[in-house]
Every structure is written in structure tokens, then in C-alpha cells.
């Protein structure tokens, strides 16, 4: 399995059923994979910053957390916004932006491969938690943590930057 298919599966298993983002380079693979997998409703939304708001306003009104998935450059940092209001209203959220392949971002440069940048530390201040998955990390772990994270009090947006090598590798089964 790819690491896009797991987390598409750890979605349903944590019961979010819903994902508010715009499709792009960094995460048409994650989008892909939930897609296929049919069981979280990828809703479309014109900006990011809508899809960080939508998936806030799911919470307010459904009382479930949902995904808000944005793709790298620009895509994550329009999403800032939205993640700053959850963070200020105590909603919980989850982000997972892609970004470009990880052997990109060691370089001291100002972006990363076409567009990609450090999002994850964009995003530190007005999260609970903001990382980026590397090769070799327990990717489910991680996210259950973070999403503990999430719903624990005060409850806050959690972001998880995950570069696109990264959502199609191939994933240790001690891992699945």
C-alpha cells in the first residue's frame, strides 16, 4: 500500500467524512487516493482559506472534525487564515498540505522544487501542532496523535505538511 491509501483508510477509520480543499501539485495524490477510496466527501471550495473556514464550520455545526486539504505554495498559505481563526475559537482541524518531495527541503533556498516552502513553520504559530512527515515515520501514529492533539482541551487546528514522494511511497506493513 501507499502512504496516500493509508491515510485515506486512518479518515474513515477516525470517522471524518468530510474534506474541504482545492486540488493541486503537492496534493493530487492524497486528494487521488480519498477519492478512490470513496468514503470522504472531497468538497471543492474556490480558496483555500475557504476550506480551512468550511472545515471549522463543519465542526460548529455538525460537532465532528473534518479535513482541510490544501496543497503546497500559496495553496498553504491562504489556508493560514482560516487555521487562524480555529485557532483563536478553539475549533478543532485538520490541514494536511502537500509540498514538493522532501529531498528538496534541506536546500537554503527561498522555495522549494516549484513551489514549494516552509509551510509546517507557517503554520507553528497558530496551531497546536504543525510537522512534516519524513520518510520512515509511523505515519498513522503520528496522525492519531495529532489528531488527539486536535480534539484534546483546548481544542485547536493540527497540521501535518506531507511532501508528494512521501503520500506515494510504499508503506511498511509493520506500519499498516
Not at 64 to 76: F, M, N, P, R, Y
Amino acid at each position: 500500500m501507499k502512504v496516500c491509501d493509508v491515510i485515506a483508510l486512518w479518515l474513515v477509520e477516525k470517522g471524518i467524512t468530510h474534506s474541504f480543499g482545492i486540488i493541486g501539485g503537492g496534493n493530487v495524490v492524497l486528494w487521488d487516493a480519498i477519492h478512490r477510496l470513496g468514503k470522504t466527501e472531497l468538497i471543492c471550495v474556490h480558496h483555500e482559506q475557504a476550506a480551512t473556514m468550511a472545515a471549522s464550520y463543519y465542526f460548529r455545526t455538525c460537532g465532528k472534525i473534518a479535513l482541510a486539504l490544501v496543497t503546497t505554495g500559496a495553496g498553504s498559505s491562504n489556508a493560514i487564515t482560516g487555521v487562524l481563526a480555529a485557532y483563536m475559537d478553539s475549533i478543532p482541524l485538520l490541514v494536511l498540505s502537500g509540498n514538493e518531495a522532501h529531498k528538496y527541503m534541506y536546500a537554503y533556498t527561498r522555495v522549494w522544487g516549484v513551489q514549494g516552502y516552509a509551510s509546517v513553520e507557517s503554520a507553528q504559530r497558530y496551531t497546536k501542532l504543525a510537522e512534516r512527515m519524513l520518510p520512515g515515520d509511523n505515519y498513522l501514529q503520528r496522525l492519531d496523535d495529532a489528531l488527539n492533539i486536535a480534539l484534546t482541551a483546548p481544542p485547536g487546528p493540527v497540521w501535518f505538511d506531507i511532501p508528494k514522494d512521501i503520500q506515494s511511497a510504499d508503506i511498511p506493513v509493520a506500519y499498516i
